[in-house]
């Protein structure tokens, strides 16, 4: 049984750093987990007692998020990205290739605890994969020879902080610039322009831009933010979503690495029309690596009058940020369950109404808005409407930025007006010869080459920024079996139809492409997907059937040439799954096989 030492210490240093709130829960294991490499059980113990909550309930948030363990990981916990463009990319064998040198099985701790290996949903590195996180710091580009050198790295005891500094080099990758990449402009401009004009002027030149939340939803900005401000409360909070979790999308990476200020700058902002003091950024856990660079930033804003009590020398003009670490939960990326994560809890979506606005974080008026929203408010508050509304379409004004990657020759971050049509983005990055393209990530919508005129717009493709191009080249079934699994593994339990029918859909996605699928199956598939869509609780569940519907109509050749006949056929060998009947029985008779007709 392994030894943890001084575990009575850090958790006191915990305590006395950030307090012993139970909405603290989360950060302390988070915490743990990197110090032990899981969560001791000693260590639960004391959190029950310091915060008053029964252990089960702790017990219940390590389970949820995929980053904590109760059992140790090792010295070294390597985790590869499992998304479909790092399998394009060939992550797979080099998985197999990276067990094979170490000995160690996927999922497992090896023999001697030093190493454990396993996969994650996505890294957030698609346009520089495979990828891979070790003890939370990321490694890009792997190839043979890279795989190689960790291995050895790892079996010579080599600390994860003197490995070689190329290895955790993430570069921007930014491709092409517009309204927002192209700021050259200085911190604290848009709480200038504040000051100067007033909350009133402020908030209506962000009602007149038309500028629209970049999460994907499009609920407009300015709107948001009066419903928090005329909410009754004494208290109101702003939440900065940059738990970007779905496949493909790698943005927020990008623009919290190099645009932390206006970030910040456009949730201060937000803080002074609505009358909020307190703030978080809500920073995926796969981003560790750049929670330390981030810290300093909010820290050099305080130091500069940006952040903290009386911002700009303006009396009553409180307000600071705090960055808050998610832990592996892609659920959390939906509004509701991303405040259960801020409080501790298991990041399980709420009943709406209410909404966030009036009823968020600690059931007080609450603004949640993406990374790139906050950052077009503060340029909007600096040079207006007009500048804004001068790209985009009518429905769909500024920019967007977009997260490219698979089969183009120059995957990375692309800032177009909306309009733009997929045929000019394939063009600009290299990917005319596409067979389609999947837009807002697993969620979102696939492409076929015969809609590449169809443009990034609300109106139109809306998106939260991912666009994954798949060559003539590719099995389409791939992607959608990749991203049946992803859902299965995504999904919070919290009801039937997403729990159930997402692990009956992947199922039976699995069963077409083993080659066992007939047209029942297909029907079946239909039939649950729409069931999803129209009964589940979250927007989880509404579109994880996408990838199969949408592929069922616009890709039905992918499917009807893998079916096996046209009548119902198990998914499984059924007389192998006797095998361990026959052991116990000892027989092996013919009577003791099934005839399975073919």
């Known amino acids: 049984m392994q030894e943890f030492g001084n575990v009575d210490e850090f958790v006191g240093q915990l305590m006395a750093g950030g307090g012993k709130h139970p909405g603290q829960l989360l950060q302390y294991l988070y915490a743990l987990q990197y110090r032990y490499s899981c969560i001791p059980p000693h260590a639960i113990e004391l959190l029950a007692t ?8 702790i017990h219940g948030v390590i389970e949820f998020y ?5 059992t140790p990981r090792g010295a070294y916990d390597i985790l590869f990205s499992d998304s479909i463009t790092d399998h394009m990319l060939g992550s797979r064998e080099l998985l197999a290739e990276f067990c094979r040198l170490l000995g160690v099985q996927p999922g497992e701790p090896r023999g001697d605890g030093r190493v ?37 790295l790892i079996e010579a005891g080599t600390a994860v902080a003197d490995w070689p500094r190329e290895f955790f080099d993430i570069q921007d990758n930014i491709l092409r610039r517009d309204l927002l990449l192209n700021d050259t402009g200085g911190a604290g401009a848009a709480l200038q322009a504040l000051r100067e ?10 009602d007149a831009s038309g500028l629209r939340g970049r ?3 499009g609920f407009k900005t300015a709107t948001k933010w009066r419903f928090c401000c005329e909410a009754n409360a004494q208290q109101r909070y702003v939440v900065c979503n940059a738990d970007e979790g779905e496949p493909g999308t790698f943005k927020d990476r990008v623009l919290l690495n190099s645009y932390a200020d206006r970030v910040f700058e456009g949730m201060t902002l937000c803080a002074g029309l609505i009358g909020a003091s307190e703030g978080f950024l809500y920073l995926r856990g796969e981003y560790r690596y750049l929670q330390a660079p981030l810290d300093a930033v909010l820290e050099r804003r305080r130091q500069d009058g940006l952040l903290g009590s009386s911002i700009l020398g303006e009396d009553g003009f409180d307000f600071d940020i705090t960055i808050h670490m998610g832990a592996g939960a892609y659920i959390c990326g939906e509004e509701s369950a991303l405040i259960e994560s801020l409080e501790g809890k298991r990041g399980v979506p709420r009943k709406r109404p209410p909404f966030p606005v009036t009823n968020g974080y600690r059931n007080l008026p609450t603004v ?22 001068a790209v985009g379409t009518g429905e769909s004004t500024g920019t967007k930025v977009l997260s490219i990657s698979g089969d183009c020759s120059r995957p990375g971050i692309y800032e177009y007006p909306f309009g733009v049509s997929i045929a000019q983005i394939l063009e600009d990055c290299g990917g005319t010869d596409a ?84 047209d029942y199956d297909l029907q079946e598939m239909q039939a649950i997907g729409d069931l999803m869509r129209n009964t589940s609780h979250c927007g989880l569940g509404t579109t994880a059937a996408n990838p199969v519907l949408e592929t069922l109509h616009k890709f039905p050749e992918i499917y009807k040439q893998r079916l096996a006949g046209g009548d119902y056929g198990p998914a499984f060998d059924l007389d192998a799954a006797l095998e361990e009947a026959r052991a116990i029985t000892g027989r092996d008779d013919a009577g003791a096989h099934l005839k399975v007709e073919s």
């Open 50 to 57: 310091q915060l008053q909550l029964p252990a089960a309930r």
């Open 197 to 206: 004009r007033g909350a009133d002027a402020v908030l209506e030149a962000l």
């Open 435 to 518: 067979q389609a393209v999947q837009v807002a990530g697993a969620a979102g919508s696939t492409v076929p080459a015969s809609e590449f005129g169809r443009s990034i717009a609300f109106e139109d493709c809306a998106t939260a920024g991912s666009l994954m191009v798949f060559g003539p080249q590719r099995d389409l079934l791939d992607m959608v079996q990749n991203f049946a699994h992803f859902f299965v593994h995504e999904s919070c339990g919290f009801c039937t139809p997403c729990r159930v029918g997402g692990a009956l859909l992947k199922d039976l996605v699995d069963k077409v492409c083993a080659g066992r699928a007939g």
């Open 215 to 217: 999460g994907g939803a």
């Open 66 to 70: 995929s980053f904590l363990h109760t």
């Open 116 to 152: 454990s290996v396993d996969v994650t949903s996505c890294t957030g590195i698609c346009d520089q994969g495979p990828a891979l996180l070790v003890n939370g710091w990321a490694v890009a580009r792997l190839d043979a020879d890279r795989i190689e050198a960790i291995a050895a």
């Open 368 to 389: 949640v808005n993406n990374v790139e929203t906050f950052m077009a408010a503060a340029r909007i508050a600096v040079d207006g409407a007009d500048w804004f509304r």
